[in-house]
């Protein structure tokens, strides 16, 4: 069993000092008491997702993944070389290196130290390794020594070997027990300690922790929507239509000009939504932003350098399935991309081109007030141009990466602006 004990802290590093004393006149104190002031230590980690606000924010900065307080303070480097991905409740952090040679760890915020590496992970561009929601597991592509043949292998926070099956792909990890992973075959559910079940059908997404599993789609002899739990992998028909998106245990089901929301853990709920209408050279899409929230986007395609076919919103809109409410987020002649906060009230919207690549303007959008919009250009100083933004779930905070590392926008002090860190372009950015 491995073990590697590693100081990060922001003090010895140029970047993240930098972060920290930065001032042009525009940077402000972090503002006084509360949650958002401190990273988390000791007492158990922050709150699940939906039940309190956003205590942490991971980023990117150059090479190196941070952690910070949700308002951008005390920010110090957790994977040094890596991209953070943390668990469901920003407790422990999976580090994912651009290399191969440079090993996958397990860094645990509270304790300060990387508790584990997985030297047998296998780079892939299209798959990364994936952590379990409670962080205690992190499933790999790996080959196996004595055969040379791709399996996907579980391990556990030890490093220890908790399952393994052929397999060449992993696509989630829906649950503690729970792997969503592909075969040459197609794409299987797996709960540990059984055996793999593969989906009949196509667009596998991956549902839960609570009633961990995975949904699907069959063509014949009608779209319909399926769920397969991951102990039986028995299949429960979940209606007609098209598989648009999940989000925990919700499921977004297309049909024709509407769509409904159900949940697979309770066959009592169900919502609905009207769809737009939309002319022939555009296209609509839907994607969850919390249990009954969607954002609705009129979408326009393009030839992309690669041979990409490139998607962008034209017009994006939030809806509230239990209030039946729709809100503006964005319109007009610009393409762009839009993050919301859980209650419908701020957000991030950031101009793109055709193929997805920033241009430089972007906006903090209020849904329900338009005397409390800003343009990002009027927060941030000359030539920083927003590259990516993130807005925490309780809809306090911004962060918006600029070629010379990250920026936290609090929308609860008169937008005052910190630079989180500097030192390179930052991205990858999370609340958690």
């Known amino acids: 069993m491995r073990r590697a004990s590693i100081s990060l802290l922001c003090a010895a590093l140029a970047a993240c000092a930098a972060g920290e004393t930065e001032d042009d006149g525009r940077l402000r104190p972090p503002p006084p008491g509360g949650e958002a002031d401190a990273l988390v230590g000791g007492g158990g980690g922050p709150p699940p997702p939906g039940a309190g606000d956003a205590t942490l924010l991971f980023f990117r900065v150059g090479q190196d993944g941070f952690a910070a307080s949700a308002a951008g303070t005390e920010a110090r480097v957790i994977c040094p070389g890596a991209r953070p991905v943390p668990d469901d409740e920003g407790g422990r952090v999976l580090c ?135 102990v039986s992998g028995a299949p429960r028909d979940l209606g007609e239509g098209t598989l648009l998106a999940t989000y925990r245990r919700r499921v977004l089901i297309e049909q024709g000009a509407s769509a409904r929301l159900v949940d697979v853990g309770d066959p009592r709920f169900e919502a609905s939504l009207t769809l737009p209408t939309v002319p022939f050279d555009r296209q609509r899409s839907a994607r969850l932003e919390d249990t009954d929230a969607v954002l609705v986007e009129v979408q326009s395609f393009a030839s992309c350098p690669g041979g990409v076919r490139g998607r962008a919103a034209l017009e994006t809109t939030w809806r509230d399935t239990i209030e039946d409410e729709t809100l503006t987020v964005a319109t007009g002649d610009t393409t762009h991309r839009a993050h919301v906060d859980r209650a419908g009230n701020w957000a991030v919207v950031l101009d793109v081109d055709v193929c997805g690549a920033p241009v430089g303007t972007g906006r903090i959008v209020h849904l329900r007030d338009d005397s409390k919009t800003r343009e990002l250009r009027d927060l941030l100083a000359e030539g920083e141009t927003p590259r990516s933004g993130a807005i925490s779930r309780d809809g306090r905070f911004v962060a918006i990466g600029v070629l010379d590392g990250v920026r936290v926008i609090d929308l609860a002090s008169d937008y005052a602006v910190r630079a989180a860190a500097a030192g390179g372009a930052g991205g990858d950015l999370t609340f958690r």
């Open 96 to 230: 994912v290196p651009d290399a191969e040679g440079t090993p996958l760890m397990l860094y645990d915020l509270a304790a300060g130290i990387v508790i584990e590496a997985y030297p047998e992970w296998r780079l892939t561009a299209d798959r990364p390794p994936r952590l379990s929601p409670d962080g205690g597991k992190v499933a790999v592509r790996a080959r196996r020594a004595e055969d040379g043949m791709d399996v996907v292998r579980v391990y556990d926070d030890g490093g220890n070997v908790v399952g393994e099956v052929p397999g060449f792909e992993v696509l989630a990890f829906p649950g503690p027990e729970t792997v969503l992973f592909e075969t040459a075959q197609g794409t299987s559910v797996w709960a540990l300690g059984a055996d793999p079940v593969a989906l009949p059908g196509s667009a596998a997404q991956a549902v839960g922790p609570d009633a961990a599993g995975a949904v699907y789609q069959v063509a014949a002899p009608a779209a319909k929507v399926f769920y397969a739990d991951g």
